[in-house]
C-alpha cells in the first residue's frame, strides 16, 4: 500500500478555483491508479474523477468539464484542478490509490486512502 497525504483544500466562493494535491509514498506510484472521491455531509462517497497508470482518464457527469485531474510521476503525486465551483461541490475530498492501475468506480477497489481534505464552496 501507498501512504497518502492530501492538501489544497479550503473556502472559496462560487465560479472560483481550488487545486488539490495528493503526495503518495513508494517507488510504485507510475503503475497506480489514482482517483478523487468527494463526501458530502449525509451522503455517500462518490467518484468524482480517476486517472490510470498510462493517463487515461474518468470524470463522473457533475464535473465533467470544470474538473481536470493530472498526474506527476516524477513528484509521486495526482492533482486534481477545480474550477468554475458550485456551492453543490461542498465536500471532504479523498484521494485513492488502486494498485492494479486500472481505473474503477467502486470504493471497494481502491487499497489505499488519504485522510481527506475541506472543500467548502460559498454561495
Known amino acids: 500500500q501507498v501512504q497518502l497525504v492530501e492538501s489544497g483544500g479550503g473556502l472559496v466562493q462560487a465560479g472560483g478555483s481550488l487545486r488539490l494535491s495528493c503526495a503518495a509514498s513508494?517507488?510504485?506510484?507510475?503503475?497506480?491508479?489514482m482517483a478523487w472521491f468527494r463526501q458530502a455531509p449525509g451522503k455517500e462517497r462518490e467518484l468524482v474523477a480517476a486517472?490510470?497508470?498510462?493517463?487515461?482518464?474518468y470524470y463522473a457527469d457533475s464535473v465533467k468539464g470544470r474538473f481536470t485531474i493530472s498526474r506527476d510521476n516524477a513528484k509521486n503525486t495526482v492533482y486534481l484542478q477545480m474550477n468554475s465551483l458550485k456551492p453543490e461541490d461542498t465536500a471532504v475530498y479523498y484521494c485513492?490509490?488502486?494498485?492494479?492501475?486500472?481505473?474503477?468506480?467502486?470504493?471497494?477497489?481502491?487499497?489505499?486512502w488519504g485522510q481527506g481534505t475541506q472543500v467548502t464552496v460559498s454561495s
Open positions: 485513492a490509490a488502486r494498485r492494479s492501475g486500472t481505473i474503477r468506480t467502486g470504493i471497494i477497489d481502491y487499497d489505499s
Open positions: 513508494g517507488r510504485t506510484f507510475s503503475s497506480y491508479a
Open positions: 486517472i490510470d497508470w498510462s493517463a487515461g482518464r
